[in-house]
C-alpha cells in the first residue's frame, strides 16, 4: 500500500511495522505505546516513547516498529520555501503492513 501524507495517523499491534521512504523531516510523534525506528544509513535505532517526537534525518528508507501496542502520527515537515518560486513538492512514499488507520 502506498499512502502520500501531510499529517496521518496510525495504530500498529505489537511487532507491527510502518516503512517510509525518502520522509526527511518528517515528524514521527509516539502518541502512545513504543516505537522502534531505524533509519538507512543511521548506525544506531531509535526507541521513541509516548509523547516522543523523532524528526527523520536521513534518506532512503525508514523503518518504524510497534514494540507494542502503539499509535503515532506522521507529520510532514513545514515547507521553508519562497511561495512564488516553488515546485510541486511529492509528500513521502510509505509501504505498511499491520496498519489500522484511524
Do not use: H, Y
Amino acid at each position: 500500500m502506498q499512502v502520500e501524507i501531510s499529517c496521518s495517523n496510525f495504530t500498529l499491534a505489537p511487532t507491527g511495522l510502518l516503512t517510509v521512504q525518502d520522509a526527511v523531516g518528517t515528524r514521527i510523534v509516539c502518541r502512545s505505546g513504543v516505537l522502534w525506528v531505524t533509519q538507512e544509513g543511521d548506525v544506531k535505532d531509535t526507541i521513541v516513547g509516548p509523547f516522543e517526537v523523532l524528526t527523520i534525518q536521513k534518506a532512503g528508507r525508514t523503518v518504524i516498529t510497534a514494540l507494542e501496542s502503539s499509535t503515532l502520527t506522521l507529520m510532514e515537515r513545514e515547507p521553508s520555501v519562497d511561495v512564488a518560486t516553488a515546485q510541486p513538492r511529492r509528500a513521502p512514499r510509505m509501504l505498511a503492513e499491520s496498519v489500522a488507520c484511524s
